[in-house]
């Protein structure tokens, strides 16, 4: 890289392959809330490949929003989780890059991006990371936000690898990301700056318990109920199963203990097999002898007011989190958080002082802690007010424009590969 400032740029487009309000779709639209604030006059620009609300919001925040659909055969396909899948997802793959619907799809993402004339093009997804060197000339700077540990994801592995010399910049939404991926792919500049929240936003406030029963169909709950809930989209790995049965496992010890278990999220994307179906988990709290004292809330755009309905957020993760974004909401929400502790969830809380925490889906472990909080108010509302301190020192989106410019400055002076 070269010593001298790079010009900071003054149109910026964002590639993200979906529309939905998933964890990355809410830091996209952060971003573009952060860099309006911080740079008024800088053009901004979101392209999604699927439909959705986050198209809506990035026009409401202050930029412009385009939806350049992708063949559903494209939209499908995916790794996550594919384990001995691998191969055939390969030669799927090889198959629907070589359609002329897929050709058309790229040419029309060219000359969109073309009319737009950006200085640097920022990718938010590892579909789109794969499409970004193709569409734009060798001059332009690509930022890659990584929001994934990519070790874990064979094919994506390889076809990274195989173009990261022309990115200019690996955003790593924290250090364990950075460390996954330059071991995954080899030499490629990363920088670590953790994904913010909008601290004014998500803020302590008075919550509505019984309008959280109501969403989730069921009775308001007596006087002092503890309401425990995992704020998360049905990803396989989000720790849907651990969560139901460590509920079970908690009524089993204290049946008269006044909880209530909330799952808040469904199934938002469209990669095939790396969800649960939302009667998989209905069948296994039915299963587990959950019926009233477990409810099931649909996802939700806005989750402040689910926040502030919650006396405990739980973070139940299987794999290692790339960041856990819920945590930090949960937190700068004021609400007491145990955490799955494992990936980048580790550089957010310090166990015991503004959280809990478990091992990666270890159900006794879990509900020990949660017995803990749902017998003690006084703990509840000292990891509640700890963690609200957290989030404002630490993950406030106040200046988190700054910061992404900084890394963009990074971005300009990177030689493009040839």
């Excluded at 990519?150 to 364990?176: D, E, F, K, Y």
């Excluded at 309401?227 to 396989?236: C, K, S, W």
């Excluded at 108010?377 to 609200?388: G, K, M, T």
């Excluded at 700054?402 to 040839?418: I, S």
Aim: proline share 8%; hydrophobic share 45%.
């Amino acid at each position: 890289m070269s010593g001298k400032p790079a010009p900071e740029p003054r149109r910026i487009l964002f590639l993200g392959p979906v529309g939905v309000l998933g964890g990355a779709e809410r830091v996209l639209l952060d971003a573009v809330r952060a860099l309006r604030a911080e740079r008024p006059s800088v053009a901004l620009k979101v392209i999604t490949m699927t439909p959705g609300p986050l198209l809506d919001a990035v026009r409401t925040a202050g930029g412009e929003a385009e939806l350049i659909e992708m063949p559903g055969a494209l939209a499908e396909l995916g790794d996550s989780g594919a384990g001995s899948r691998a191969l055939g997802v390969a030669r799927q793959l090889g198959q629907v890059a070589a359609s002329p619907e897929v050709y058309r799809f790229h040419e029309a993402l060219r000359r969109t991006i073309r009319a737009f004339a950006p200085d640097l093009l920022h990718s938010n997804g590892l579909k789109t990371h794969l499409l970004s060197p193709s569409l734009v000339g060798r001059s332009m700077p690509i930022v890659w936000h990584l929001h994934d540990f990519v070790s874990q994801r064979p094919l994506m592995r390889r076809g990274l690898a195989a173009v990261n010399g022309r990115a200019s910049l690996g955003l790593a939404i924290s250090q364990a990301v950075a460390d996954d991926c330059a071991s995954a792919l080899g030499p490629l500049p990363l920088a670590v700056v953790h994904n913010a929240v909008d601290c004014v936003r998500f803020s302590p406030g008075p919550g509505d318990g019984a309008w959280l029963d109501g969403l989730a169909g069921l009775p308001p709950a007596p006087a002092g109920t503890v309401r425990i809930g995992l704020v998360a989209t049905y990803a396989r790995w989000k720790g849907h199963e651990v969560f139901l049965r460590t509920a079970a496992r908690v009524l089993a010890r204290e049946p008269r203990l006044p909880v209530r278990f909330y799952l808040v999220g469904g199934p938002i994307y469209r990669t095939l097999d790396s969800q649960f179906a939302r009667e998989e988990l209905t069948e296994l709290s039915r299963a587990l002898g959950l019926e009233g004292r477990v409810g099931f809330v649909a996802f939700q755009e806005d989750t402040v007011p689910i926040y502030r309905a919650l006396d405990v957020a739980v973070h139940a993760s299987t794999s290692p989190e790339p960041f856990g974004l819920t945590i930090v909401e949960a937190m700068a929400c004021g609400r007491p958080v145990v955490v799955s502790l494992a990936g980048g969830a580790r550089e957010l809380v310090r166990p015991g002082t503004d959280a809990l925490s478990a091992p990666p889906g270890d159900v006794r472990a879990l509900s020990e802690q949660l017995l803990l909080l749902a017998r003690d108010a006084a703990l509840r509302a000292r990891l509640a007010s700890a963690a609200r301190e957290v989030a404002l020192a630490r993950f406030s989106r106040e200046h988190w424009g700054a910061k992404l410019l900084q890394a963009y400055a990074l971005a300009g002076r990177a030689p493009a590969a040839p």
